[in-house]
């Protein structure tokens, strides 16, 4: 069965969405993300994808408080990341009380050091974001796209062991216009052992129906639960 995984993306402390990752385009959806995360695990929802969209930008962890104190007042099992640069930073996010942390813009600029801490903390822990534009791996809080395709990307980490991914189309994000299922088939076509969680333009329960059919392991929805367009207590 798919993990259905919302989202909270910080800001200033701030729960917010972009669209297409335009900081100029954020909407503020609640200015207490406790108690957004307190309301999910309420729903029955075991995980919670955080993103701390300042320390995307400025390239240093920022809201760690905000993740220690959902993970001291719930019980949700917290993947966190941006702005993550060195194994101090990776054990600062799993001292707050996260299970596992989100790698985007170092895997793709120091892969062996994202290596290294798979090694160090254990594969279980790391959680590799492939977010993409026209296939093509996005980072530094998507302001800056690469040549590197996602096939490649993927291809580093899972010769080298690791086994957890997730895969955001940033022209799908924050648009409400269903995910990328055929670009999810794709990659678990050609990387079969991997577990995919997908991310970016889910709307409706339907469109997770379709990404377990796809064969993902999660789905992480964000502006459609923030929207009212998919209810907490249906995704029980």
Not at 28 to 45: D, H, K, M, T
Not at 73 to 86: E, F, H, N, P, V
Not at 199 to 228: P, R, V
Request: charged letters at 20%.
């Amino acid at each position: 069965m798919i993990e259905v995984i919302p989202a909270i993306d910080l800001i200033d402390g701030k729960c917010v969405r972009l669209s297409q990752g335009n900081f100029a385009s954020g909407t503020i959806y609640s200015s207490s993300p406790l108690e957004i995360a307190q309301n999910i695990e309420a729903a029955g929802i075991k995980r919670l994808h955080i993103v701390d969209l300042d320390g995307a930008r400025q390239g240093r962890i920022v809201n760690v408080a905000t993740l220690n104190e959902i993970a001291q007042q719930t019980r949700l099992q917290i993947d966190y990341g941006g702005g993550i640069k060195t194994e101090a930073d990776v054990l600062a996010i799993l001292n707050a009380g996260a299970q596992m942390i989100n790698i985007g813009s170092i895997a793709l600029q120091e892969p062996e050091k994202v290596i290294q801490w798979a090694n160090t903390f254990g594969v279980g822990k790391i959680f590799i974001g492939a977010d993409v534009m026209d296939n093509n791996i996005a980072i530094n809080g998507w302001q800056q796209v690469t040549d590197c395709n996602i096939f490649h990307f993927i291809d580093r980490f899972y010769k080298a062991g690791l086994k957890h991914f997730f895969c955001t189309d940033i022209k799908k994000d924050g648009m409400l216009l269903g995910p990328s299922v055929q670009l999810y088939k794709d990659i678990i076509k050609a990387f079969p052992s991997i577990s995919l969680v997908a991310s970016g333009g889910i709307s409706s329960i339907n469109d997770i129906y379709e990404l377990e059919n796809a064969g993902c392991s999660g789905a992480i929805i964000g502006k459609a639960l923030y929207e009212g367009l998919i209810d907490l207590s249906a995704l029980k």
